[in-house]
């Protein structure tokens, strides 16, 4: 039985360790502009840079979690964090975008190591409720400062550095990290355990990858070409035949009778749609402040701050009054604080000031995800037992990151779209003489190439025209982040509503609450 102060040192450490593996996400959107310019990207290909870490990572978060009840927690979360180091230093040390890519895709199968652990390691340390209820909030608030120190710090190191040393910095972090877990977290495995199950991990893995592939590459393929929609129906069909051999096999990967009780379900969802919103203003915003407002990184990483410190301390407030008030109403709440803050975002034009809209659509959008994601991460583990702990966090984990890679996919492709029809025409008609075809090519696909035009000598495009063509590269990509928006709202509007009517408003809380749920939600 561990003290009191060792239960918290061990958190301490395990926030840590969650802090290592979110951060790898909010520091290199910071540096994705600085790539694309160096190794001379694509929109899609910056798309990917995210999204090999994301999918690896959604995609085998349940196979780790399945791992970590059946051969202990802390041992898997050691070995992904020494991965997380070693693979870091490949990524430090790539010399093209294919190479940055295959580091990114190898890191995000070693966070997918550390993270279900994490949140498992924290049920099993915690009996009692109410402490639970505050390392839960601690954990979900680490993600809020992540993004806040994410970039800032990643914005420092481009000031001084190049974008290799967002990959260097997880070295030292992971490895001190490892030893502190080592030494001051305790084990813990499921007492009793079934058989592993690859076949529907590889579903799992195959049919998130093909669909969400789909719609990165939709707006390059065309979205409702050939190879969009046979990529469409090969990720459905994967993830039904996914569901239909969980439901039959003995021992499932994905127990899917958890989403039969409304308390898990419901909540997930709400997850994942909360964090479908949040990568995807993420990713948009980052143009937005380096392409549209011309900032530097570092300058970038501070104008982003008031994002992340809303998501810091409404995270663990949050969790706090929905042990008082209920879960269902403020799951509901953060989702409408979400939907207004992303409506607000998609009124952003060209000439509005930053203190405005600009400012108060981050705090409202982080204020939601803190008020959202705390209790909803409480009520799904309440709901498994201590030997689905590490199941029951791979799902936590899953819906944020298959929500997360969804929002970067989706809504970036919706820019995209927009920006590229608006924008095509106008760098077509600038002859190659006056624009390399490399600098045409960027500039039609992402308005952060915005920051070359306008350094480059006056004579490299036409003077007459340049200022004309800034301005609209910008208005386009507003203009696609205005739809995009507007998507964003619906889906959040939609969700808060699936909850209000359909997860119980009553307040629950202390022994027997799992029972109860399985006995009554499920109905």
């Known amino acids: 039985m561990t003290t009191v102060r060792q239960r918290w040192i061990a958190l301490v450490v395990i926030c840590t360790a969650e802090l290592l593996v979110v951060l790898d996400n909010t520091v290199v959107n910071v540096a994705l502009p600085s790539m694309g310019l160096q190794l001379r990207s694509s929109i899609s290909g910056l798309q990917w840079v995210v999204d090999a870490y994301t999918l690896t990572f959604a995609g085998l978060l349940l196979a780790f979690g399945h791992l970590g009840d059946r051969y202990g927690r802390k041992k898997v979360m050691i070995v992904g964090l020494a991965g997380i180091a070693v693979m870091s230093i490949g990524g430090a040390l790539a010399a093209n975008l294919g190479q940055v890519i295959a580091a990114r895709a190898l890191m995000g199968i070693c966070a997918a190591a550390v993270f279900p652990a994490t949140l498992a390691l924290i049920i099993n340390i915690f009996s009692d409720a109410r402490e639970r209820a505050l390392a839960i909030a601690a954990w979900t608030a680490m993600a809020g400062f992540a993004i806040a120190i994410g970039p800032t710090a990643g914005g420092f190191l481009l000031e001084h ?276 075809p490399y600098q045409k090519a960027f500039a039609r696909e992402t308005v952060v190439s915005v920051i070359e035009i306008v350094k480059a000598p006056t004579n490299s495009v036409f003077a007459t025209q340049k200022a004309d063509l800034v301005y609209a590269m910008k208005a386009a990509s507003l203009e696609g982040f205005q739809l995009a928006s507007y998507v964003t709202v619906g889906s959040a509007l939609a969700c808060a509503l699936a909850v209000a009517v359909f997860l119980p408003w009553a307040r629950q809380s202390g022994a027997g609450v799992l029972l109860a749920w399985r006995n009554t939600d499920s109905r």
């Open 161 to 436: 550095f190049s974008w290799h040393s967002v990959f260097w910095i997880n070295v030292p972090v992971a490895a001190v990290v490892l030893a502190a877990a080592w030494k001051f977290v305790p084990e813990s495995k499921a007492s009793h355990i079934g058989k592993f199950d690859p076949v529907g991990i590889a579903l799992s893995l195959v049919g998130i990858t093909v669909l969400v592939w789909a719609i990165i590459e939709a707006p390059h393929q065309g979205w409702l070409s050939g190879i969009s929609i046979a990529a469409y129906l090969l990720g459905v069909v994967c993830l039904a035949v996914f569901v239909w051999w969980e439901l039959r096999t003995p021992s499932p990967v994905l127990d899917m009778a958890l989403f039969r009780i409304r308390r898990f379900s419901l909540p997930a969802l709400a997850i994942a749609v909360a964090y479908f919103s949040m990568f995807g203003f993420l990713f948009m915003i980052t143009q937005y402040f380096q392409g549209v407002m011309e900032l530097s990184p570092l300058q970038f990483g501070i104008h982003s701050l008031p994002f992340a410190v809303s998501i810091a301390i409404g995270a663990p407030l949050a969790t706090l009054i929905a042990q008082r008030v209920g879960t269902t109403a403020v799951i509901v709440f953060g989702l409408v604080v979400m939907s207004v803050g992303m409506f607000i975002a998609g009124q952003v034009k060209v000439e509005t000031p930053y203190f405005g809209p600009v400012l108060i659509s981050m705090v409202l959008m982080g204020l939601g995800l803190a008020i959202v994601q705390g209790p909803a991460t409480e009520s799904i583990m309440s709901s498994v037992s201590l030997d689905e702990a590490g199941a029951g966090s791979a799902v936590n984990d899953t819906t944020r990151e298959v929500g997360g890679t969804l929002g970067v996919a989706v809504l970036g492709s919706i820019v995209a779209s927009i920006y590229t029809t608006k924008v095509g025409p106008r760098i077509d008609a600038i002859p190659d003489a006056l624009m390399e």
